[in-house]
């Protein structure tokens, strides 16, 4: 079932983020979702067992061959939380890391909101979540990447 969302997402903008990704030679495309909420972040919390375990980061996932970016990013959304995403409000930035089997991947940052509804994990990819502000002690003492401290922080400004 296909939930109408809507975006503030130019057309080109996303062909633009492609063709830069591929001109750079990125071999693996993931897009993440900051959302916000009563000046809070809900961030993940990764299980142990998985890639970068204890890891604490947004709702995140891997764009499969020939998937929109935007499409991708609602699915992995409800794929890690359950949440529908109702509306792209902003791409915020990428940041570019190399994944455990070696390839160059790059991370596309949106700004969404979702929803009402119960956050539901997904056990084998997430153990907790939390609702973080910049301002709270957690977002120093959480394991969250730089990268996506400055994603978040991009996020906050108005």
């Given at each position: ?147 996506t401290k400055k994603i978040l922080k991009t996020a906050s400004q108005k």
């Amino acid at each position: 079932m296909k939930h109408s969302m809507q975006s503030n997402i130019d057309h080109t903008l996303i062909q633009q983020l492609l063709a830069d990704a591929q001109k750079d030679d990125v071999q693996k495309l993931v897009v993440g979702a900051v959302i916000y909420k009563d000046n809070k972040f809900l961030l993940l919390e990764r299980v142990l067992s998985d890639s970068m375990g204890g890891f604490v980061g947004i709702p995140s996932g891997t764009v499969e061959t020939g998937e929109d970016l935007l499409t991708a990013l609602a699915r992995e959304v409800k794929e890690e939380t359950g949440l529908i995403v109702t509306s792209v409000l902003k791409y915020l930035r990428s940041f570019d890391w190399t994944s455990s089997s070696g390839k160059k991947t790059r991370h596309f940052n949106f700004h969404v909101e979702v929803g009402g509804g119960e956050i539901k994990l997904s056990p084998t990819e997430h153990q907790a979540y939390y609702w973080v502000a910049l301002s709270d002690a957690a977002f120093t003492t959480l394991n969250i990447s730089d990268a996506t401290k400055k994603i978040l922080k991009t996020a906050s400004q108005k």
